[in-house]
C-alpha cells in the first residue's frame, strides 16, 4: 500500500475555497447541523460555533426544542429550526421564547420526513450525528433522508453508532456516489470505527483504506494522530499530536468546520484535509497559550483566524 500523503501548511495553504469580495451571505454557502438532545446539548453548540467561523453564510441548526434558547445565546448567528407535531416546519427563533417547554412525543414518520426534507432542500452541506444518541426516534429519519438529499453529507457520533447497527441505513449512505452525490464524510474515533468495521484492526491501514472504497465513503479515522481515506483509495495522514485534543467535544469542533468547508464549495477530499489541519493548527495555538491541560474544545474555533492567516487563506495576509 502507498505511505500516506502528509497534511501540512504547504498541502492546506492552495486549498482556500474562493471568497469574493463582492460575495453576501449565500454566495458562501449554506448548512444545516442536525444535533444535540437534552444532556448532549454542547454538541450543538460546539459544531455549530466552529461551522459559523470557518467562514459559511448561514449556519441553521435542527435540534430540540428545550436547547434552543441556550443554544442562540451562545451562537446568535445561527438560524434555530425546531420540528414540532403540530406543524411541520421551522419555528423561527423569535417565537421560541418559553423557558418551560414540553418534550415532544412520540414522532409521526410521514409528517417527519416531510419536514427534514424539506429543511435540506436548499443546504450545501449537512451534518448530522453530533450529541444525538443512538436510539434517537428520529435519528434513522435523519440519516437516511439526508443520504438521499443532502448534496454534500458528514455524519459523526451517534449517526456512527447508528450505522454499525442498521446496515439497510448504511447501504444508503454507500449508494450516493451511484445516484450522482459526493461521498459521505464518516468521521469515527477509534472506538466508533471498531464498531463499524468490526473485523478491522486497529492499524491496518490497508483494510481501512478498502473499507472507504468498498463503501464509497471518506473516511477521516480520528485517534492521536488522524488519518484520512477517500473513496477512490488515497490515504493521508496528520501525524501531529495533541493531548490538549483528547477532550470531548473535540470531535464536534471538527465535525461542524468540515461541513462548514463543504458548504463553502470545497470537495469531500480538499474538506477534510483542511478541516483535520486546520483543527490541529488550532489546537496547536490554544495549547501554546492555555496549555494542553487546561485548553478546551470551545477555545478552538477562536484560533480559526489567526491560522487563516497562517496558511494565507485571508487575501493580502502572509502566510
Not at 469580495?21 to 448532549?40: D, Q, S, W, Y
Not at 412525543?105 to 410521514?110: D, L, N, R, T
Not at 495555538?285 to 489567526?306: F, I, V
Amino acid at each position: 500500500m502507498q505511505t500516506p500523503y502528509l497534511i501540512d501548511q504547504d498541502l492546506i495553504s492552495g486549498k482556500s475555497p474562493a471568497r469574493p469580495e463582492n460575495g453576501h451571505k449565500g454566495t458562501f454557502g449554506r448548512v444545516l447541523i442536525c444535533a444535540g438532545t437534552p444532556g448532549m446539548g454542547g454538541a450543538a453548540c460546539m459544531a455549530t460555533s466552529s461551522a459559523l467561523r470557518s467562514g459559511a453564510g448561514l449556519v441553521y441548526v435542527h435540534t430540540e426544542e428545550e436547547l434552543l434558547i441556550p443554544l442562540l445565546i451562545h451562537c446568535p448567528e445561527a438560524l434555530g429550526l425546531v420540528y414540532k407535531e403540530s406543524q411541520a416546519k421551522a419555528v423561527p427563533a423569535a417565537a421560541v421564547a418559553a423557558p418551560a417547554v414540553m418534550r415532544i412525543p412520540v414522532v409521526p414518520a410521514a409528517s417527519y420526513e416531510k419536514y427534514f426534507a424539506d429543511q435540506i432542500r436548499g443546504k450545501d452541506a449537512v451534518l448530522v450525528g453530533p450529541g444525538i444518541p443512538t436510539d434517537s426516534e428520529k435519528l434513522g429519519y435523519m440519516i437516511r433522508i439526508a443520504a438521499q438529499l443532502a448534496p454534500h453529507l458528514v455524519l459523526d457520533a451517534g449517526a456512527l453508532s447508528y450505522l454499525a447497527l442498521h446496515n439497510e441505513v448504511m447501504q444508503e449512505v454507500s449508494a450516493r456516489i451511484s445516484r450522482g452525490l459526493a461521498p459521505a464524510v464518516l468521521t469515527p474515533h477509534i472506538g466508533e470505527f471498531s464498531r463499524l468495521a468490526p473485523e478491522i484492526s486497529e492499524g491496518d491501514f490497508e483494510k481501512t483504506s478498502a473499507f472507504a472504497v468498498e463503501k464509497g465513503i471518506t473516511l477521516v479515522l480520528k485517534s492521536n494522530e488522524t488519518h484520512i481515506f477517500t473513496s477512490d483509495g488515497k490515504w493521508y495522514s496528520n501525524p501531529v499530536s495533541n493531548s490538549g485534543l483528547a477532550k470531548g467535544g473535540s470531535g464536534d469542533v471538527l465535525a461542524g468546520l468540515l461541513t462548514g468547508l463543504l458548504a463553502q464549495g470545497m470537495t469531500e477530499e480538499d474538506a477534510s484535509i483542511c478541516a483535520v489541519g486546520i483543527h490541529s493548527l488550532a489546537g496547536k495555538l490554544c495549547a501554546s497559550e492555555h496549555g494542553t491541560r487546561a485548553m478546551l474544545p470551545t477555545m478552538l474555533p477562536g484560533y480559526y483566524g489567526k491560522a487563516f492567516k497562517m496558511l494565507g487563506w485571508e487575501e493580502g495576509m502572509e502566510r
